[in-house]
């Protein structure tokens, strides 16, 4: 029988000699990249004003002070999506006019003039994606929701023409959105119910969908009490045109998005020393029978995708949620390696990666395994705030903003040096960087 005073030496003797816990870690450097900016001319964001019912400002940014510069700015509605055309000198906006009505309309910025393109194009709902499927074709999710889940359309609108060319509904409850390199990849469930998974491509050859049938995943709604959850990661490789959709139990379905063929595969399990002890002392989040896994998955290149998420528990008499861990799956062996086994969510900045955690119970204070930062190897690079419930806000210039339960002040880490360097209020605008925003559950 392993004991906790065996486990207890082993951790203190690893991390007294300043070492990482012993691991199988991969063979091959984390290509750990920021999304970059695609905009033509200076670095664009949007920024708040002071009332937040007069909706916000699409203005230059000075890079380093993250502040709003120059006298050039667009007076926007409230924006739901966004989405860089190629070449950068298009933006596609879907906005309403007030926090309450959010029919949107799709309108165009022309950049780096930011200067409004003439026409709008009614969309009559929530969007929760944008994205470019030709030089004069953007493809829009469309649907009416309140706060989860819900049916949703893809609506295709031409620039040209400035109408919408096609509707088509996405059969089922939509649950995951990601953005491949010629559209939009979507990731549903049956309606009202858990079972088979179905992945969705919208792009320039319409809209494809093929089923899951090994992946299960969905909502059974509470009806005002407690609702069944399973979702699955999805994470989207656009430059190999594959997606992979990471079922909670382990096993990954790998889908070519241009065919639909789905092959599956169970990543063989490389987890660290001092995780296989605590397994032997406490039954992981799986082994308890949580009933509502939901996951996050993300591509970050030269084979690698990483997987973390939550394992929920609720009762009529308590909340709860426990990490599931941050696993790298790496999709050339199949292998997955445990980085961070309290882990709950991750943040993908340029040469680090950095990853928080959070445990609930009822209505107490959470608890978290604070902030933890790896390098391109996948060894610990500095940890901060332990024992707290802490998440990563923003990431700027080679420092990150960490925000923490119960304090109004964010903290500023400096990634270089993994120091706290000092604290602010303020709200930084939302910077244009990458191929677009994407709204995900």
């Not at 409850?173 to 010629?182: D, F, G, N, P, Y």
């Not at 309290?342 to 959070?358: H, K, P, Q, R, Y």
């Not at 933890?372 to 420092?399: I, K, Q, S």
């Amino acid at each position: 029988m392993k004991s906790a005073a065996l486990v207890s030496a082993l951790t203190a003797g690893a991390l007294g000699l300043g070492l990482a816990p012993v691991q199988a870690g991969p063979t091959r450097q984390l290509p750990l990249r920021a999304p970059q900016k695609l905009t033509v001319g200076p670095l664009l964001g949007f920024v708040s004003g002071r009332d937040p019912n007069n909706g916000v400002r699409l203005a230059r940014v000075d890079p380093r002070t993250l502040r709003p510069t120059g006298s050039r700015s667009l007076r926007l509605p409230f924006a739901d999506a966004w989405a860089v055309a190629p070449g950068g000198r298009t933006l596609a906006l879907a906005v309403h006019p007030d926090p309450v009505n959010e029919a949107n309309s799709f309108k165009v910025v022309k950049l780096p003039s930011l200067r409004w393109s003439p026409g709008a194009v009614r969309l009559g709902a929530d969007v929760s994606g944008l994205a470019w499927i030709s030089p004069h074709q953007v493809v829009a999710l469309v649907g009416k929701f309140v706060c989860c889940p819900a049916p949703l359309k893809v609506v295709v609108v031409n620039l040209r023409s400035k109408r919408v060319v096609r509707k088509e509904r996405i059969r089922g409850t939509v649950l995951h959105i990601a953005r491949s390199a010629r559209g939009l990849v979507i990731l549903t469930g049956p309606t009202d119910a858990i079972g088979p998974a179905s992945l969705v491509v919208a792009d320039g050859r319409g809209v494809r969908a093929t089923r899951l049938p090994s992946i299960r995943a969905g909502e059974v709604p509470g009806g005002g009490g407690i609702s069944k959850w399973r979702l699955p990661g999805l994470a989207v490789d656009p430059a190999g045109a594959k997606a992979y959709v990471a079922d909670p139990d382990g096993q990954v379905a790998e889908i070519d998005s241009r065919t639909l063929v789905v092959s599956y595969h169970e990543p063989i399990a490389q987890r660290s020393l001092l995780t296989r002890l605590d397994g032997w002392l406490e039954p992981t989040a799986s082994a308890k029978g949580d009933s509502g896994p939901v996951r996050q998955a993300q591509w970050i290149g030269n084979g690698f995708v990483l997987v973390s998420g939550s394992n929920l528990d609720d009762s009529e008499n308590q909340l709860a949620s426990d990490p599931a861990g941050l696993e790298l799956i790496d999709t050339r062996s199949w292998t997955a390696h445990v980085l961070a086994p309290d882990a709950d969510s991750f943040t993908v900045a340029n040469g680090v990666l950095l990853v928080t955690g959070s445990r609930w119970r009822g209505n107490m204070n959470p608890t978290g395994m604070g902030l933890e930062a790896y390098g391109p190897d996948a060894t610990g690079l500095f940890a901060l705030f332990p024992g707290l419930d802490v998440w990563v806000d923003h990431v700027a210039r080679g420092r990150a903003y960490i925000a923490v339960y119960g304090s109004k002040r964010e903290r500023v880490v400096d990634l270089r040096s993994g120091r706290v360097i000092g604290t602010t209020t303020a709200e930084a605008p939302g910077l244009l960087l990458g191929r677009g925003s994407m709204f995900d559950w």
